[in-house]
């Protein structure tokens, strides 16, 4: 995505407005509208073991802003393999074996724009209560001290109970109703968990973590992050003076960490970070680094 169009997408989606500049004119207008956008992952195969941000590419600034984030990933699957299959092939025949929608086109368009004019939903007490308790219930969901270390992810925003508050009133709309229903918002809560709470789910943990979609990187990420960043400094604190290759440092780190597997990215990362601080000079070509005599512990 380039950085005109990402821009475009952020003022529409932030501030709810259009910019246009055209014929030394220039007028801001209204953008109340509903975006619904696709994307491809990154070499065209979904990474199961890659966060969502990851896989696509998109800015956090702007994946955080969907309500609803769907995962639609090509699983083998007999019967759903069978009746694609049949329905490509029913297109080769003389006659095409076309499926006919379960609505009129005509009288579905008719449908959304008399809802989209007439029907404004009012949210009822009974339908407030039920946003609070489901906005608390997932935010106990990261409040659990299993795993990480007794750590806590943040499984849901402020953000998620407007998509929420969002959701409910649509679903009011489409059965043209002007009062948001206990009903409405449990089925609102169904989508929210379906689609875009099984998007932030920590491929590592295997938890719900709303930083991997709002931040790009999961707690576990930053925990991990900082530990090596401390580890690093206790390292160098013990070798003033001398010059080290970036594979004994990788080594040695995870040594001081307990950590099988420690990623050869991660490490030039926090070299880099090490020598913006000015505690190393890092020579990434000869995959060496220098400590500086005034290091301090």
């Known amino acids: 995505m380039s950085d005109t169009t990402r821009a475009i997408l952020h003022e529409a989606m932030e501030q709810q407005t259009v910019s246009i500049a055209k014929a030394g004119i220039?007028?801001?207008?209204?953008?109340?509208?509903?975006?619904?956008?696709?994307?491809?992952?990154?070499?065209?195969?979904?990474?199961?073991?890659?966060?969502?941000?990851?896989?696509?590419?998109?800015?956090?600034?702007?994946?955080?802003?969907?309500?609803?984030?769907?995962?639609?990933?090509?699983?083998?699957?007999?019967?759903?393999?069978?009746?694609?299959?049949?329905?490509?092939?029913?297109?080769?025949?003389?006659?095409?074996?076309?499926?006919?929608?379960?609505?009129?086109?005509s009288l579905l368009r008719d449908y959304i724009a008399y809802a989209r004019e007439h029907i404004h939903p009012e949210l009822s007490d009974l339908a407030t209560r039920e946003l609070i308790s489901a906005y608390l219930d997932m935010r106990r969901i990261g409040s659990s001290s299993h795993g990480n270390n007794g750590s806590r992810?943040?499984?849901?925003?402020?953000?998620?109970?407007?998509?929420?508050?969002?959701?409910?009133?649509?679903?009011?709309?489409?059965?043209?109703?002007?009062?948001?229903?206990?009903?409405?918002?449990?089925?609102?809560?169904?989508?929210?968990?379906?689609?875009?709470?099984?998007?932030?789910?920590?491929?590592?943990?295997?938890?719900?973590?709303?930083?991997?979609?709002?931040?790009?990187?999961?707690?576990?990420?930053?925990?991990?992050?900082?530990?090596?960043s401390v580890s690093l400094r206790e390292l160098l604190a013990e070798r003033r003076g001398s010059r080290m290759a970036v594979g004994d440092v990788r080594r040695q780190l995870s040594e001081i960490m307990n950590v099988q597997g420690l990623k050869h990215e991660d490490v030039i990362e926090a070299l880099r970070s090490a020598e913006g601080d000015g505690l190393i000079q890092l020579n990434e070509r000869a995959q060496t680094i220098f400590v500086r005599q005034g290091l301090a512990s």
């Open 153 to 228: 992810t943040i499984s849901a925003t402020p953000r998620q109970l407007e998509s929420l508050i969002r959701l409910s009133e649509a679903i009011a709309k489409m059965r043209f109703s002007m009062e948001v229903t206990r009903a409405d918002v449990r089925e609102a809560v169904r989508l929210m968990k379906v689609a875009t709470q099984a998007a932030a789910t920590d491929p590592r943990t295997g938890r719900i973590d709303m930083d991997m979609i709002t931040t790009g990187r999961s707690t576990a990420n930053r925990e991990m992050e900082e530990a090596l």
């Open 26 to 105: 220039i007028a801001t207008l209204n953008a109340r509208t509903s975006i619904l956008a696709s994307a491809n992952p990154v070499e065209s195969r979904y990474n199961p073991k890659l966060s969502v941000v990851e896989n696509i590419k998109l800015p956090p600034t702007l994946l955080s802003r969907f309500d609803l984030i769907y995962l639609i990933l090509d699983s083998p699957n007999i019967e759903n393999d069978r009746r694609l299959a049949q329905h490509l092939v029913g297109l080769y025949y003389e006659t095409p074996n076309v499926v006919q929608p379960p609505l009129d086109q």
